[in-house]
């Protein structure tokens, strides 16, 4: 926490504190200094003591200020909501969702401790606070939409609890800047919840239809290979190090792992290690490469296949859900890749681009033959440019729904929200 005396100046530490806060943003926790911090400020590393006495000292304070304005936002939706018990769901819901969402821009690095966590070395507090659920604003919510529900606003189909989660972690996510920084928070919250509200699709194939398809056919084939083959590298010894160190990474912490461990680990010496890695980041970059690479091939055999744009958009869902289950282990290592290198600066995102490129090209087949869904704003039409990467997001159903059903369960969840809309006929 704080050094010093309460008669600190407090402009001073709210500066420190923004500045602090872009730094960690930009490159990263991990990866920023306290002398980074001191020079951006322009003050000595010494005079930063006075006013923090660590680094994890601003973190702690960064991610407290993060959540006393989310729980500030849960309560007054709690107590008094600004558009009323008795405006439309949809009103509620968006209107929430953008509080959330400028929050989340406001809060960015605090964002990107709690989504990533700090490494493992990091004091109790600072990983209790890292850890903490959304839980005020998730309760404000779930009121709305178990009201909802209650009022037969809902589809059937849909739980209010699983939407609830989808749609905080979705307006979260806008925080963390990777595809939503061109646009204003408000208007990507409205744009997002839109959509899972209405649906992407004007006009939703049956379940059949969409199961029959050849994209789907192509996103099952992929899955299909995933489950038979775990890696590609034809070097036998390079596949096996990658997989014992991907178990280790996981289960230890990639930064509690060292390269000893995983010889041991390996029954190999750290000089064999060393002969086929260069060091421990570039093992994490190879086992990372190597998911994305698999995960980009099953989009290009989806995209390629002859089908609709919701056809492909459903199946890339599948996909989605399939990977995350399948790859368990990745996805959990890809929190240290993200504590040491924020999303938008690290090589990886060049995967996620191609994939973003992909899901681009079958929204603009979507707009072409009016598949897709545009006037989601009322009294604005939005753009291609708006519509992908609001797609990309929601066909990656958040964790948190993900932890709460099956993999078949997320997939039909998925399909009743994203592509056909969470609200009733009579409720739109």
């Not at 968006?94 to 964002?111: D, K, M, N, T, Y």
Request: proline share 5%; with cysteine; hydrophobic share 40%.
């Amino acid at each position: 926490m704080a050094a010093g005396p309460p008669s600190l100046d407090g402009a001073r530490r709210s500066e420190i504190l923004q500045i602090a806060s872009g730094l960690f943003a930009a490159s990263g926790y991990t990866r920023t200094s306290l002398k980074d911090v001191a020079d951006a400020c322009g003050i000595l590393p010494g005079s930063l003591y006075h006013h923090f006495d660590s680094k994890q000292a601003i973190a702690t304070e960064l991610l407290e200020r993060y959540y006393t304005e989310l729980d500030e936002i849960g309560s007054r939706w709690a107590n008094d909501p600004p558009p009323g018990p008795d405006a439309p769901t949809s009103d509620r819901v968006v209107a929430l969702g953008i509080a959330i969402a400028e929050c989340a821009v406001r809060h960015g690095a605090a964002l990107h401790l709690a989504a990533y966590e700090p490494h493992a070395g990091a004091s109790p507090d600072l990983m209790g606070l890292a850890r903490r659920k959304p839980e005020a604003v998730t309760a404000a919510m779930q009121r709305i939409l178990d009201d909802a529900a209650a009022r037969g606003d809902l589809v059937e189909r849909v739980d209010p609890t699983l939407l609830t989660h989808q749609l905080v972690e979705t307006m979260l996510h806008v925080g963390l800047g990777r595809l939503h920084k061109d646009g204003s928070p408000a208007r990507t919250a409205t744009l997002l919840c839109s959509m899972v509200l209405y649906g992407v699709a004007k006009r939703p194939p049956a379940d059949r239809a969409l199961n029959r398809s050849a994209a789907m056919g192509a996103a099952s084939a992929t899955i299909a290979q995933w489950s038979a083959t775990r890696d590609d590298d034809f070097d036998e010894r390079r596949a096996g190090l990658r997989a014992v160190a991907r178990a280790e990474f996981a289960r230890r912490g990639y930064e509690a792992t060292t390269i000893r461990d995983i010889a041991a680990a390996a029954g190999m010496g750290t000089g064999t290690v060393y002969r086929l890695v260069e060091g421990k980041e570039a093992l994490l970059a190879s086992i990372m490469n190597a998911f994305y690479t698999r995960l980009s091939s099953g989009y290009e055999a989806v995209a390629a296949a002859p089908a609709t744009a919701i056809e492909k958009l459903d199946a890339l869902t599948w996909l989605n859900v399939n990977a995350r289950e399948r790859f368990s282990e990745e996805f959990e290592i890809q929190q240290a890749w993200f504590r040491s290198y924020p999303p938008e600066t690290n090589t990886l995102s060049d995967s996620l681009k191609e994939r973003t490129l992909i899901i681009r090209d079958i929204v603009a087949a979507g707009f072409d033959g009016d598949e897709i869904r545009t006037a989601h704003i009322p009294g604005q039409d939005v753009s291609l440019d708006d519509v992908t990467p609001c797609v990309r997001d929601l066909i990656w159903v958040p964790p948190s729904v993900v932890g709460r059903t099956t993999t078949r369960g997320v997939f039909t969840h998925a399909r009743a929200t994203v592509l056909r809309g969470a609200l009733a006929p009579a409720a739109r």
